[in-house]
């Protein structure tokens, strides 16, 4: 069969790439720019606007074409903290573990005001909002259920992948269309109930995270920064161990105070979204209008730099392409390295991406380009090592990706399994009939501790598993670009994209 | 021989403690107003008198007699904190992880100003701060070292002790006379080099952590709160990977701001220190003039509420005494709890205690209370579970507590040690000749998390654990109160006490 002989990867220029990572590899440095220089990239901030525009100016000094920032759609708000500070008062003076939630109200100065404690099921009963809104006035709502205290410490907060793991890796992270249809509805509940604490005039809402994780914050949130969102009130995401402490004390029979001072700067001058792109030029003219994309998403949630969660995936995405141009190995197809706006809202950037380059989301209509993207290599699961690759239910995939993957067995990436994970953005071109796949990877502490928490910092990130990533992404985008055809394709499915509505 | 006979343990009564533990127990409730509700209880503070008069209020209600606070001699300032925050203001805006030190000086309002980074070496040499003495005026001075990431997270952060381990356990936590030496030199040296930072007009000093942990900060300090004490410079204890990365980006070339606010009340109304003591007396008429003590230190560091570092060894310790009286098991001998002050700074409390009631620091005469006292029983190692004893030293009770503590067998508690374990309160008790001892418990996540980190709160009690200690504890304690004899004692030593002078 010709595939097989085809897909026999060059290894000389493997062994090329991985001497030149493991020699003079720039991550370190790329990763300080994107974490520590930057600061948090949440979509539309101030934090994201730099890390994107050094990406492109850092994409350029290499000698990477095109490097630009390339609108995808309407994103919304830009929603930076100017200040921040939250204090216990009474019953005694002590500095609480809590950041401002993203797209969070300011409160307009310092608000001191006692603590009203409200458990999951008093804020999901609209009712009881309603019937308690003179007890919520002037006060700081907080929201925290039972402490899952468990026995997690006895277990190693990072991991890596067992052999038998990743022999029987299941299909995960996949939502279905019927998730996210309860996750709309969801945060239309969650608006109105906002809602009624706003009408209750308590000074803001408060949620306490649900798992500890050793004083970790885990700050997100849903909405907030469309243009037609309300402002709301002031919310914060508060660590569960403080959380407890003022549930136990009210329960108790203490008047708890805390005094709250959230500033921050929003604006609608520019309510566009924009990703990064930048392409390596193909080598052979017969080729180079093909295409072979990488990437991982720029934006990062608020609480800290958004190193694991996905610093690490755009680093190693900028080295893979780095190595690629300085090594002068002409790859034959265009490269094109793409850092995405939006994924933490819904895969925003590269759906906008896709649409506007490969597929009406309403005609399933694709267009030329389409036809000429091989595949779409993505790197979002944290700072682990590769392991292997999900073909993403494409079978015809297995032994081509097995071949490639065989030189990197020494580095512990051996596996391709045909299931499908999701939650990150080759979902968008997977929806688009385009081959797209997430590496599978050692997931540390990513699920246990980093992931969209305060400590997601540089300092969290394993340098050495990072240059190994970058080895074989450099490598996979290479032999796609040298391949003679085109990676095979499923069928195209024509459906509503999944997170379509978000 | 006639100790194997009496030394056979009352198993009726230690099943009638065990019962009463697992099917009453008020360790939920002890440690909430200890930790929750007192706040930190740093020596000195309002938290510590908040706590130890909660103390002395609920042994009282409990029925113990002569229960008081007692002054065990000078400390210094009371120091609270009244207000604080701390932001990184330039290049961007983020909240940082950080927590005033104890006794620093307040900052009178919002201090505004550059980060100059020092290196350890550049620290502890005073020509450098001479020299520099320009460079560091109106600045925010950044002390940090290298970050020390290995691999701790690939280990459980809480570990039991294995078999082995309790096999082997040799002498721990000992300090000499010349450590103690060393530190007190040391000491001088940071006053002298923190006086060249505050004679230069830095707005104050940070110090990072140095050790990687999921973003704790540990927070302590060796000076500052002696009357003598200068206010001295603000300072502030950092999260490592927070200083980590404003070094980072300072040795990248950008200019950092953060503004900090800390405002303190400090006091010196009252400098005396003040340990809590309560009694159960003894049901024998013959026996009650002697005495058994138990105990654990009540003060903290001021970062979190010292919930194993030492709520832990309080409430174990009220806990055992609950039991012993509300069962009505007549104790023969006097049983004295005490909950000390100021041992962070130097077993200060108890050596206070001690000097007062048995031994003279310079003379070494002890006194016929002295002799009365059987023996002091200590928890202070954390919220691990009870494994064993040591007997610091003393061969004569390896048969007696065996036996003790072979009714506990099925709760893990099996091993008693020759070997000695240091730095907590026993030590003032074994200085003055009197059988004194911590037991050996399970090390949990103390020295990786909790231990004077702002980690150290209620969610990180193992509630479990806790009472299979106070069960063991209650016993060992009732035991030696009916023992025919005192506890076999070892020759007084006559040496100056390890820690004088600190």
Redesign the interface.
């Known amino acids: 069969m010709a595939t097989f002989a085809q897909d026999e990867p060059d290894t000389s220029i493997f062994n090329k790439i991985r001497k030149a990572e493991l020699n003079s590899s720039q991550i370190p440095q790329i990763a ?2 994107l974490t ?5 990239r949440l979509a539309g901030s ?2 994201y606007k ?1 890390a994107a525009n050094w990406a492109v100016s850092k994409l350029k000094s290499w000698g990477l074409a095109n490097a630009r920032l390339e609108e995808w759609g309407d994103f919304g708000k830009q929603w ?6 939250i ?1 216990m008062r009474a ?5 609480l ?1 809590a ?1 401002p939630t993203p797209w969070s109200a300011g409160t307009k100065g310092i608000q001191q005001g006692v603590v009203y404690l409200l458990s999951p099921q008093q804020y999901q009963d609209s009712s009881y909002l309603t019937q308690h809104a003179a007890d919520l006035k002037g006060k700081w709502v907080l929201l925290t259920g039972n ?1 899952n ?1 468990g026995d997690a ?8 992948l067992a052999d038998t793991t990743l022999a029987n890796l299941k299909d995960q992270y996949m939502a279905s269309r019927a998730d996210i249809e309860r996750e709309i509805k969801g945060v239309a509940l969650y608006k109105k109930l906002d809602g009624l604490i706003e009408k209750a005039s308590a000074l803001g809402l408060i949620i306490a995270s649900r798992t ?1 994780a ?3 914050v885990f700050v997100q949130a849903y909405t907030g920064f469309r243009v037609s969102d309300p402002e709301g009130i002031p919310q914060l995401s508060m660590a ?3 959380g ?2 003022i549930k ?2 009210i329960s ?1 029979g ?1 008047q708890v105070e805390i005094a709250v ?1 959230i500033k921050t700067q929003t604006s609608t001058a520019d309510t566009k979204g924009y990703n990064v792109v930048a392409e390596i030029p193909g080598a052979d003219p017969k080729l180079k209008a093909e295409v072979v994309m990488l990437g991982g998403h720029l934006d990062s949630w608020s609480a800290a ?1 958004g190193a694991t969660d996905n610093a690490a995936g755009c680093v190693v995405t900028m080295e893979a392409v780095r190595l690629l141009d300085s090594l002068g190995l002409k790859p034959k197809r265009t490269i094109r390295i793409a850092l995405w706006d939006g994924e933490e809202e819904g895969l925003f950037g590269s759906y906008g991406y896709v649409k506007k380059h490969f597929m009406d989301s309403k005609t399933f209509k694709t267009t030329k380009e389409q036809s000429k993207l091989s595949a779409y290599f993505n790197l979002d699961n944290g700072t682990g090592k590769i392991r292997g690759i999900f073909t993403q239910n494409n079978a015809a995939l297995q032994s081509i990706f097995t071949k490639w993957l065989k030189p990197f067995a020494d580095l512990g990436a051996t596996t391709v399994t045909n299931s499908n994970t999701g939650s990150t953005d080759h979902i968008s071109f997977d929806w688009a009939g385009i081959p797209a796949f997430q590496f599978i990877q050692d997931p ?2 990513y699920e246990t ?1 980093t992931h969209h928490s ?2 997601d ?4 990130l394993q340098m050495d598993d990072l240059k190994q990533a970058a080895i074989i992404v450099a490598s996979f985008v290479y032999q796609t670009s040298v391949r003679s055809q085109l990676l095979p394709r499923k069928p195209l499915k024509k459906e509503v994209f999944v997170f379509e509505g978000l």
Chains 1, 2 share one sequence.
């Open positions: 300080h720019y520590d220089v930057s600061g948090a101030k934090g730099h930076d903290i100017e200040d921040f500070s204090t019953p005694y003076v002590t500095p573990r950041y402490a205290k410490k006895f277990k190693p907060a990072a991991e890596r500890n050793d004083g970790a569960i161990e403080d407890q402490r136990r004390m108790s203490q001072n730099t540390l502490d501790r305060n400590l910092d540089y300092d969290h």
